[in-house]
Structure formats: C-alpha cells, structure tokens
C-alpha cells in the first residue's frame, strides 16, 4: 500500500482544529508532524495529541518505543491512521497496536522490556 502522507496531514490537522490543540509547541503539528511523514512515509501510524503538542509515531520506528514513554499526560489523545482514516484509540490501544509492530516488546508504560517484564 502506498502512502498518501497528503490525506493522513489533512486528517491529523482537521483532528488538532476539531480539539483546539495544540495550544503550545504548534511546531510539532506544522514542521514535526509533517517532516515525519514526508521522511518516512508511513502508511500507518499512531498520532497523539495533547494541549502542550502532538507527536506522530510510525509503526515499525525504533524511536515510536522511547517517546511513548515520554512527555504522555492524562490529557493525551491518541489516533490510529490505518492508511485511510483516522480514528481514535485509548491508551491501551494505543500501546497495543505499536506493540504489536515494534521490533521488541513494549511495556504498559511505554517504556522497553528487555526481560519480558514491565
């Protein structure tokens, strides 16, 4: 499937209008969020947003791992874009689904298992 980095922006920006976020580190949606997509291009990938940015992790992103466990407040949102719509996911949803595509397992917390445990 090729990605359409175009309709998935479109759809994050409607999605951060819709909310009113965010309200600080605008960067994240409009330079962050869309260098992300034109570098890796990918067709699926989990966006979070919150009052204070956004953060937009591809799946199969070495890197998607080490920023769920950062920065997440209990404000967060989470969205799932499946190559053509985006919809949104709770936090253990969110986690499961990058678990299941992350190369090494993923803790409730975000954070890397290196024993199998949390």
């Avoid at 999605?15 to 409009?30: I, N, Q, S, T």
């Avoid at 979070?48 to 949102?77: C, M, Q, V, Y």
């Avoid at 969110?94 to 190369?103: I, Q």
Wanted: aromatic share 12%.
């Amino acid at each position: 499937m090729k990605a359409n980095i175009y309709k998935a922006y479109a759809a994050i920006c409607r999605k951060a209008v819709e909310l009113g976020w965010p309200e600080a580190y605008r960067a994240d949606l409009v330079e962050h969020d869309w260098n992300t997509l034109v570098k890796y291009r990918p067709t699926r990938f989990l966006f979070e947003i919150r009052d204070t940015g956004t953060h937009l992790l591809p799946e199969n992103s070495s890197w998607a791992r080490t920023l769920l466990g950062h920065e997440l407040t209990a404000k967060s949102r989470f969205f799932w874009w499946n190559g053509a719509v985006l919809g949104e996911v709770d936090r253990e949803q969110a986690f499961e689904l990058l678990a299941r595509r992350l190369p090494q397992p993923l803790g409730k917390s975000g954070n890397l298992r290196e024993d199998g445990d949390v």
